[in-house]
C-alpha cells in the first residue's frame, strides 16, 4: 500500500527534498497534494508529481487520499497547522523542524498527538541517519563517559544543492526583504542567535540530548558574523561547543559532530542539506591510535526519517512521545539561555 | 661549525643529518638542547643558544623573565610544527571563526590544551584574549578573542592513553583544517573553497633536524626566533594566574 501524501508547503525543503524524497522509499508513499499560502508555486511542484494542488490547508486537509499530512510550511506556522491536521482527523503527521517555538507549545502539540493516538515525526534528520545510529552503538560499546561535544557547521548556500534534486528549478518566490542586522546591538543578536539555535540548531541538539541527556546549563553563547553563533553548555558533567557560520559562499558545506569519550573520539561528518549521495561519515579514532572509518550507508536521514513514519503506520515501531516532547524541550531551553546569555553580552 | 649540546638520540640522529652543518659539542658556542620537563627554564644556561623540546607550560614570570634572553631559542612542539604552521598559511583564508578540538590523555592535558590555543592563534592570525571558560573533570573549553574581534573556541577532552589528536579549522568562504595526530608525524593541512578541496604537501623532516636547523639558520642570519613568544602567549591563555 501507498499511503497519500498532502504536503502543506512549497517551499525547496518541498520542490527539491521531500517530494522527490517519496520516491526513494519504495512504493510507501505518494504525493497525492501540495498546498501553498497563495503563491502559486504549489501547482508548480504537483504538476511534476501528478499530485493536486491548492491554496490554504483547508482543501487538502479535505482531501481524502490525504493519508499523511506533510507539514513543511514556515516554522511559525507549524503548531497552527499540527493542530489543523489534528482537528481535520489526521492521524499521521510528519512535522519538519522546529515542531513549535516554545517549549510549552511543544510539550501541548505532543500532547494533543498523544491524546489522540496520532503519529508524528519530526524531521530531525540526521537524529535518524543511519550513520548516528551507528556513532552511537559505537560510543556505548566503550567504556567510559562522554566528556565532551562538539558541532560544527560552515554552511554555504542551499540552491547550490537544491539544483541536484530538481530538474528545472522552481520560479523564484517573492524577494524576501530584510533589514540590515547589527549584531553589535544585543537585542538583535539575540533574537537572531535564539532563531538559529531553534531553527538550525535543532538538526544537531537532538543528537547531543542522545548523547548526554540532562538540562544544559549554557556556559556562554555570541552571535557570528555575517550570521550564526557560537555556544557552549555544560551538560550531565559533559561540555558541549557548538559553533554555526552560514556564508554567502565558498566551500562546500561542513556539516560535523565530533564525540571525545575515555575510549575514542569519534566523527561524525553529515553530508550537505538536500543531497541523497548516502549517509554520514563516520571515523574513529581510537586510544591506541587506530582510525577506523565506517562505510557511508547509501540511505540518509531524509530517507530514514519518512522510513521511520512508515514502521509507525505499519504497527512495527511504537511511538516516542517523551522522546518527542523532551527534545524539543532541551532544543528551546538552549536557545532561550543563549538569547538571555546574548543579550546580556558577557562574551563577545 | 656549530656544536649540539646534547645526549638525547633523536637530536644525536638529527645532528648526524645535518652534518657538516653541526657536530656534536658543548660550551658556550654550542646550541644546547634542553628537554621541556618540569623547570626548564633552569636549565637554560651556558650555551649560545637552545632547543628546547616539549617545554611543560611555564608560570607567567618565568616567561617574562626569559623574555630578557637574547639568544635563539627553538621550541619544538610537535604539535604545531613551525613547517607546518608555514603550510596552514599557503592560501589566504578570511575566516569568520576559529574552532580547535583537541582529545588526548591526562598526563600531557595541559600540553595539549596549550597547543590548541597555539594552533588557534595560529588560524586567527595573532594574540588571543580568554572571553569565557568552562572546566569539567575531563574536559575544558574557551571562548576566546582575536585580532579584529574575531572569535574562536578551542575544546580539549581528556581520554585515549598516551598522546592525542588535534583538529583546527579557520571558517570562512574558504577554509583551512589542520590535523594533527600523535599516530603519525605527519600533520594533514587542508583548504577548502569553491574550487574543492587542496590538500598541502605533508612535511617529512624531523622535528629534531627542523629544531636544529631553524637555529643554525637564525645564528648564520643573526635574526631571532618567535618561538618562545608565542609560548608565553599561549600558556599565558591556559593558565593566566600563575
Redesign the interface.
Known sequence: MAWGVGIIGSGPGVAALHAPTLARLGGDFRLVHVSDAGSGRAAAIAERFDARASAGIDALLADPDVDVVAICSPPALHAEHVRASLAAGRRAIFCEKPLADTADEAELLVAECAAVGALLVVGTNHLFDPAWVRATHHLSALDGRISAVTVTLCLSPNDRYHALTMGDPLPAGPPVARPPLDLDDPEQSAAVVRQLVAGLGVHDLPLVRDLVPATPEVVWARAVPPIGFDLALRTNGALVRFTTVMLPDGADSLWRVSIAAAGARVEVEFPPPFVHVGGARTTVRDAQGVHTTYPIDRRDGYEAEWRALAALLRGEAAMEYDELRADAAFVLAIADGAAAAVRAGAVR | MTGVWTDLPAYRAAVAELAPRVRLGDGGEAIRVVGGRGAWWERLDGAAAYVIDEPDPAPAAVHARLAALDVPIAVVRRRVRPDVVAEAGAEPVSP??V?V?A?GGRTDATALLRDAVGWARVLAGGPLSV??R?D??????M?L?GRD?I?V?V???????V?G?L?A?A?????VEVRV????PLAEVAF???E?RRVRPVRRESAERLALRRVVDAQAAGAALSDLRELAADDGIVQPDE
Do not use: E, M, N, P
Not at chain 2, 575544546?155 to 592513553?161: C, E, L, S, V
Not at chain 2, 595526530?181 to 603519525?184: N, V, W
Open positions: 569568520r571563526h574552532v578540538d582529545w572571553s569565557a568552562a569539567t573533570a575531563a574536559a575544558t573549553t571562548a578573542r574581534g572569535g573556541s575544546t580539549r577532552a581528556i581520554g585515549g592513553g598522546g589528536a583538529v579549522s571558517l570562512g568562504s574558504r577554509r595526530d600523535s599516530a603519525s577548502d573553497d569553491l574543492g
